[in-house]
């Protein structure tokens, strides 16, 4: 069960504060979801609204340095830029058109009113991302000999991919703004899941065998990932 988002001043700065009521939860608990740039606390059931305010309170400066190591959030707008495969598209609004959102070159185009352009531009990357990330999984699976049993494509806060142990694997659809070796290397780890559901030495040795490109992808998601983990802006 959870209530909607409060704003809460702390420190001399307004923060967003998400609350969560858990049967589970034993303590007042708190954290900062890189995504939404939101502070979620967690009570047990019984547990006072006050003493999760006196916690958060009491813990401010910790709250403040957290929420400035976030990326802003990207702001997508006529003029404004997305990434696809890593490179920076234009978006530009074409409200009199009736082609829906298409890419000619490098500028994403966006018809319809100007209030519907995120959720326009955000349904047409998700449909690229069906499209795109499962033909190169299709091929990277052809290649190394491993099938997953079947591919789906969401949106997750955390992790770029998953593998289960039925041979499902799952991958997020935001890897399409990432550049084309980032998500070769993502579709490999996940591959390399099939044979080795741990990340053990003959994992790795086999992700390496599967991709060039690990050190580099790493490298970029630890840099860029938070970015594009983020909800999208007007």
């Known amino acids: 069960m959870s209530d909607g988002p409060e704003t809460v001043a702390i420190a001399s700065r307004q923060v967003t504060v998400c609350w969560r009521r858990s049967a589970r939860a034993r303590?007042?608990?708190?954290?900062?979801?890189?995504?939404?740039?939101?502070?979620?606390?967690?009570?047990?059931?019984?547990?006072?609204?006050?003493?999760?305010?006196?916690?958060l309170r009491s813990h401010s400066a910790w709250v403040v340095a957290n929420l400035a190591r976030i990326p802003q959030a990207p702001r997508w707008h006529d003029g404004g830029q997305v990434l696809i495969d890593g490179r920076p598209h234009a978006i530009r609004h074409c409200p009199q058109a009736r082609r829906g959102v298409w890419i000619e070159g490098e500028v994403i185009h966006v018809s319809g009113e100007a209030a519907f352009l995120v959720r326009r531009l955000l349904a047409f990357l998700r449909?690229?991302?069906?499209t795109r990330l499962g033909a190169g999984l299709d091929a990277l699976s052809r290649q190394a000999g491993l099938r997953p049993t079947r591919l789906?494509?969401?949106?997750?806060r955390s992790r770029w991919g998953s593998c289960t142990a039925d041979g499902a694997i799952m991958l997020c659809w935001r890897l399409i703004m990432a550049p084309p070796e980032?998500?070769?290397y993502v579709m490999a780890h996940e591959l390399a899941h099939l044979r080795h559901m741990n990340h053990g030495p003959d994992f790795w040795m086999l992700v390496d065998c599967l991709t060039p490109h690990r050190r580099?992808?790493?490298?970029?998601?630890?840099?860029?990932?938070?970015t594009l983990l983020r909800d999208m802006q007007e």
């Open 216 to 226: 580099m992808a790493e490298l970029w998601l630890r840099r860029e990932g938070a």
């Open 182 to 184: 980032v998500q070769h």
């Open 127 to 130: 449909e690229e991302a069906r």
């Open 152 to 156: 789906t494509v969401r949106d997750t």
């Open 27 to 55: 303590r007042i608990s708190m954290r900062i979801d890189a995504r939404s740039g939101h502070v979620i606390l967690t009570l047990p059931p019984r547990a006072r609204r006050d003493d999760a305010l006196a916690l």
